[in-house]
């Protein structure tokens, strides 16, 4: 079969064969690609019909509300957790969080180590030792203010220890 139109675009001696099988091919690639969109709107129009299962617009609109009032609520609640948890941190800095004991042998004649050194430190290694030296006569207790990990009168060897011990610890 001659077309003039064919033989104007240069495919005169086309058999008209090859393009009915072409038309085929794409009649049934469409006919797939209109099957495949056909199950997908199938699969949502489920899940629609699903989500307004027994519900109207206006009791969707008081559900949406629901959950914007929900929603406003947890907000107010995690505003004043966050408050809560910022004041917990502001004064868990200046409670004691470090502490070390070294007992020691004041009197080398006492014996059992009777005697220790307390040191008690918050985060800044702000606090204090408490030094308690026990001897035959009775037990003396002496304490000693601790600022940025100084003291402002010397230490002893044992007092020194103990704060180098507390300002390690974790």
Do not use: W
């Not at 709107?41 to 019909?49: A, D, G, H």
């Not at 040191?119 to 702000?126: R, S």
């Not at 203010?145 to 002893?156: A, M, N, Q």
């Amino acid at each position: 079969m001659n077309s003039k139109l064919f033989e104007s675009i240069g495919l005169g001696n086309l058999d008209i064969a090859y393009i009915f099988i072409f038309m085929l091919v794409c009649i049934i690639a469409l006919a797939v690609l209109v099957i495949c969109q056909m199950n997908q709107n199938k699969k949502l129009r489920k899940k629609y019909e699903k989500f307004l299962q027994g519900k109207n617009a206006k009791s969707l609109e008081d559900q949406i509300t629901e959950l914007c009032e929900i929603h406003d609520i947890l907000k107010k609640n995690s505003d004043v957790h966050t408050k809560q948890i910022k004041d917990l941190y502001r004064r868990h800095k200046t409670t004691f969080q470090k502490s070390a004991i070294v007992k020691y042998d004041a009197f080398k004649e006492m014996g059992g180590k009777l005697s220790f050194c307390l040191a008690m430190l918050d985060e800044e290694n702000d606090g204090f030792i408490l030094n308690s030296v026990h001897s035959t006569d009775g037990c003396y207790s002496y304490t000693k203010r601790i600022t940025k990990g100084e003291s402002d009168v010397p230490l002893g060897g044992e007092e020194q220890h103990a704060l180098e011990k507390a300002m390690n610890a974790e």
